[in-house]
């Protein structure tokens, strides 16, 4: 999923510490053309296969301020760019993720099932699509949750995270799960990534999602915001992005309750309001 992002805190000894916390975000965030970042849900998976190295690319020629992606664990231990426990609804393969190796999930088709015209396209490591993102857009990983056999969800954090210092883009990532425990495992072993938490069930105030945790940033389904709730993460410190909205109407009611990041599989329709709306 998708994808993003914030987070908060509640009570005021902890809203210090997510004032810091946001700070690494904020310059990622500073450096989009618009008030509101545009992000690629999964790459440009409104015309590509989700979660491919043609979505990716697809994302950044049209201008996405940062692409999406999601992340489990492969048999051997590799992190693998794949949003499902199971192959079978994204990719030609059968079974769990999980239980395949790296070689194994590189031999299955991943275009295909979205359209003929993709045959033949794989499912990409995390470390591929770094390579082609450095320096040229951020990245959000989000860590899936899921049976990972021998490993664990925390397994799954900490080599991500690895791949990221690997590639030296620590300030060029954001990681994000509905996981809590694993994005504080994220914040424990480097305290300059930003993290955020990602959201589905109504709230009034941030410290009711939150619980006290150091996030700086939630990322919620378009269903539980409100303009209420966003000012009062604004207030605190904390960013707010929304997903996923795809329709011109979505778009625009989201902006105008001031969200701070959107998530879409089609990143060129909102880069075209954002265009018209700030010229």
Not at 187 to 192: H, I, R, S
């Amino acid at each position: 999923m998708i994808p993003l992002l914030l987070v908060a805190l509640g009570i005021a000894g902890v809203a210090g510490c997510n004032m810091c916390r946001a700070e690494p975000f904020k310059n990622i965030f500073s450096s989009g053309r618009f008030p509101v970042i545009v992000i690629a849900h999964r790459g440009f998976s409104g015309v590509a296969p989700e979660n491919t190295m043609s979505a990716f690319k697809k994302a950044m020629e049209v201008g996405s301020d940062m692409i999406e992606l999601d992340v489990r664990l492969s048999k051997d231990g590799e992190v693998v760019v794949i949003h499902d426990e199971t192959l079978e609804r994204a990719t030609s393969g059968k079974g769990r993720v999980i239980g395949l190796t790296l070689d194994e999930l590189k031999k299955l088709d991943a275009g295909s099932k979205f359209h003929p015209s993709y045959a033949g396209e794989k499912i990409p490591t995390l470390r591929e699509v770094l390579e082609i993102a450095k320096g040229k857009v951020p990245v959000n990983i989000e860590l899936k949750k899921g049976d990972y056999g021998r490993w664990t969800i925390l397994d799954l954090a900490e080599r991500a995270l690895g791949e990221v210092e690997k590639a030296g883009m620590v300030d060029q990532v954001i990681f994000s799960s509905f996981d809590p425990i694993a994005l504080e495992r994220v914040l424990k072993k480097n305290q300059a990534v930003p993290v955020a938490y990602l959201y589905n069930r109504p709230w009034n105030f941030p410290r009711e999602v939150t619980e006290g945790r150091p996030f700086s940033i939630l990322n919620c389904r378009k269903s539980v915001l409100t303009s209420e709730n966003i000012s009062r993460a604004h207030q605190e410190g904390i960013r707010i992005g929304v997903y996923t909205l795809n329709t011109e109407e979505e778009m625009g009611k989201f902006i105008d309750l001031k969200v701070d990041a959107i998530i879409t599989d089609y990143p060129d329709r909102l880069i075209n309001i954002l265009k018209k709306r700030y010229p």
